[in-house]
């Protein structure tokens, strides 16, 4: 029987691939995306995120001959993957992600554009985002932007965006309950937005190592990770 991939797996390695350009709004959304998602049984991962300028011309050059900055990117051997030339790409702002499907153990990438594609694509734009899918003419399935209603033109210019989450403004009342309350008791000094998104999780993670060590001197390390011995509280728990 295999073993079903974990939410945090999917996190940590998302959260790599996104590298440390990215603009924190579309970082969080993109997680918030990959829990949404893993809650419905749609397990995702990010591919992409932000992008140096090489890279973006190492990735325009495939399929082409092409020079930038003095240095060859051509790389005829490969088909073309993109049209956008360095600076022409909202990965190079840290505003773009590309994500795509896992197998249920999360060994396995799934590229097939179905049901389950289209949903992750839903909830994407539900968090604000923009799908590749909708365009008319080169449609890019994996890639998600929010570009704050600037051009990349804009962009090179200097211009930054201003970006805010949509659930921001509208979440859930109980949420921003639970999240005053583990504040206040254990400092986590997270964001009060009604959203259950990682940072919460991770606060009420932190609010049960907490208390397992004060009433039952269980000696777990107060980090937030969900680790084998809060599974064995929850168990014990179950059987209790």
Partial sequence: MKVKVALRTLLERSVKKMGKGMNPVVKAAALEMIELAYNEGIYVQISAGYRSLEEQASLYGQGRVYIYNGKNYSNLAKPNVTNAKPGQSYHNYGLAIDFFIVSDDGRRAIWTVNSKWQRVAAIGKGLGFKWGGDWTSFKDYPHLEMTGGLSYKQLQAGKKPHITSPKTSKGDGHIISIQKTINSRYKTSIAVDGVYGPKTRMALIIGLQTELNKQ???????????GPNEECYRHSKKRG
């Fill in 216 to 226: 039952f001197n269980k000696k777990l390390v107060v980090d937030g990770k969900w």
